[in-house]
């Protein structure tokens, strides 16, 4: 298996312009995460889905972050428009239904916004 | 409020055991999970602990006390690879996935 596989794994980008993160799950997995990587503020989750629903988007720091899940294969974290506090790494993770709690990440998004 | 604690840094010599604690204050909880994350990687889930004992996978054991807030990792034969950050993350919610990370211990194994 591929793994988790997210795109792209690096992103500069100017503040006011759109991001999109992409992510693919490890297929057959139903529960999904995005999370969000910064010194500051640590491993922060922002909204999870399951099965293509999402369930928590608490954690979602304000409207200008999106998130989506058309299909059980694809995710998309969007930002807009972006600001110089959203530079971070952003992870996702998937995991099998039922009692299995092993998450899986993917490599990550790193993201500069200038 | 929420509240996790771990120390920020830890070093250890190759082939000894280090023992990393974990305290938390949270709204709810349903389960206390460790993961690994070394320098620029995704983090790699360890341990999954929701009663209170002791649960043990090959040098890793992780210890949980429900009554007071506390965890422990334990890793045993150190080996350089071990070098890497550890995060504890409870789980609040009872029917859901919300979880919460503490801000994770630097663990530096030398020779």
């Known amino acids: 298996d591929a793994g988790v596989i997210q795109s792209p794994r690096h992103e500069v980008t100017e503040m006011g312009q759109e991001v999109t993160l992409r992510c693919k799950p490890i297929?057959?997995?139903?529960?999904l995460f995005w999370y969000r990587q910064t010194m500051m503020r640590g491993l922060e989750l922002l909204i999870y889905?399951?099965?293509?629903?999402?369930?928590?988007d608490s954690g979602m720091p304000e409207d200008r972050f999106s998130a989506k899940m058309p299909n059980a294969s694809f995710s998309t974290l969007k930002i807009q428009p972006s600001e110089p506090r959203d530079s971070a790494v952003y992870f996702c993770?998937?995991?099998?239904?039922?009692?299995?709690?092993?998450?899986?990440f993917g490599p990550g998004t790193r993201l500069l916004v200038l | 409020g929420q509240n996790i604690d771990q120390p920020t840094e830890m070093t250890a010599t190759e082939g000894a055991i280090v023992q990393i604690n974990c305290t938390y204050q949270?709204?709810?909880?349903?389960?206390l999970f460790w993961y690994q994350q070394h320098a620029g990687e995704a983090p790699t889930f360890l341990s999954y602990n929701v009663l209170d004992g002791l649960e043990e996978k090959g040098r890793f054991s992780s210890f949980l006390s429900r009554s007071k807030g506390y965890s422990y990792l334990l890793l045993k034969e150190l080996q350089m690879k071990d070098s890497a950050s550890y995060l504890c993350a409870v789980r609040e919610s009872v029917v859901g996935q919300n979880f919460v990370f503490g801000p994770g211990t630097r663990l530096s194994v030398l020779p």
């Open positions: 297929s057959g997995h139903n529960s």
């Open positions: 993770a998937s995991k099998l239904g039922g009692w299995e709690e092993t998450q899986y």
């Open positions: 949270t709204s709810g909880f349903n389960g």
């Open positions: 889905f399951n099965n293509n629903v999402p369930i928590d």
